[in-house]
């Protein structure tokens, strides 16, 4: 079943005096569950068209929030499609984790091309980042969308059997705790 998408200025129909601002959401409705997610932008009243497809005007900064506003709905709207080509339904869980900047791309390409990225770190410390990405492939956690509370649980049980607790790191146990964050649960 397909979602349907609307942007909402003042959702809750605040009296706005003259330079207050009100949020603007995101309404989608999955399977006739409606539910609303921020997109940051607040606006005067005069700043938002008010019309069908509703979008920023008045104000210098409206390319920039209609560009913000269109990369939300594209992301939306690229995972609908991921989800049917899969044979799996959009699920209000899934848009949560896209709109808050949680993609459900690849965790391991990130986490390795964050790595690389960064100058402060030192090789151990690089290297150990390339064997938990090998590990977390090779327990089935690759996308962001792996990155639950069940799947960490029985990476972090798979890893305790498989290796000796005693050669277990500070490092490997702060990675785990890393995902923990990563996935919302900590």
């Not at 960490?152 to 990675?175: F, G, W, Y």
Request: net charge positive.
């Amino acid at each position: 079943m397909l979602a349907s998408y609307k942007y909402v200025f003042n959702r809750k129909d605040i009296r706005l005096r003259k330079g207050e601002t009100a949020l603007v959401q995101l309404r989608i409705i999955i399977n006739r569950k409606p539910k609303y997610y921020s997109t940051g932008i607040y606006l005067e009243k005069q700043q938002w068209s008010g019309v069908d497809n509703a979008w920023v005007v008045n104000t210098g900064l409206a390319a920039d929030y209609n560009a913000r506003l269109l990369e939300i709905l594209t992301k939306v709207r690229r995972a609908e499609l991921q989800a049917a080509q899969s044979d799996q339904p959009l699920s209000h869980e899934v848009v949560q984790r896209l709109i808050k900047g949680r993609d459900t791309g690849s965790f391991v390409a990130f986490m390795e091309d964050e790595c690389r990225k960064r100058n402060d770190i030192g090789a151990g410390t690089k290297k150990r980042v390339k064997v938990m990405a090998g590990k977390l492939t090779r327990l089935g956690i690759v996308n962001f969308s792996d990155l639950t509370l069940e799947n960490i649980a029985r990476a972090n049980n798979e890893l305790l059997r498989v290796e000796k607790p005693s050669l277990l790191s500070a490092h490997t146990a702060q990675a785990r705790s890393t995902l923990l964050k990563k996935a919302g649960w900590v």
